[in-house]
C-alpha cells in the first residue's frame, strides 16, 4: 500500500521560505514521476512540480524561478524548497504520482497534506 505524509508547512511572510518533505512508503521515489500538488481555497488541486526517474523536473508557471523540486533516494524523500512565498501561494501541499495521460489524474491515494500559510 502507497501511502505519502507531508510535512514542513506552516505560516510564513511573504517573501519568506519553507522547506516541505514528503515521506514516502509502499513504492521507490527514485524509479518514479512524483509530483507535488496544492489546493488553494475554493480551488482544484493542481500539479506544480515534478521529477522524474532520471531527474528531470518541471514546474508550473506560477511558482518557476522560485520553488525547487528534489528528491533523496536514501531516504525516498521528496523534497519542495519554496523561496519568495507570496500570499497566493497559501494552499494545501501534498504529494502523488500523476498519470502519464494526465497530471490532473493520479496514482495513489492522497496523504493529510501540509497547509502553507503566506501572509502579506
Known amino acids: 500500500q502507497v501511502q505519502f505524509v507531508e510535512s514542513g508547512g506552516g505560516l510564513v511572510q511573504a517573501g519568506g521560505s519553507l522547506r516541505l518533505s514528503c515521506a514516502a512508503s509502499g513504492v521507490t521515489l527514485s524509479i518514479n514521476t512524483i509530483g507535488w500538488y496544492r489546493q488553494a481555497p475554493g480551488k482544484q488541486r493542481e500539479l506544480v512540480a515534478r521529477?522524474?526517474?532520471?531527474?528531470?523536473?518541471t514546474y508550473a508557471e506560477s511558482v518557476k524561478g522560485r520553488f525547487t523540486i528534489s528528491r533523496d533516494n536514501a531516504k525516498n524523500t521528496m523534497y519542495l524548497q519554496m523561496n519568495s512565498l507570496k500570499p497566493e501561494d497559501t494552499a494545501v501541499y501534498y504529494c502523488?504520482?500523476?498519470?502519464?495521460?494526465?497530471?490532473?489524474?493520479?496514482?495513489?491515494?492522497w496523504g493529510q497534506g501540509t497547509l502553507v500559510t503566506v501572509s502579506s
Open positions: 502523488n504520482r500523476p498519470a502519464v495521460v494526465s497530471p490532473s489524474i493520479v496514482l495513489d491515494a
Open positions: 521529477i522524474n526517474s532520471g531527474g528531470r523536473t
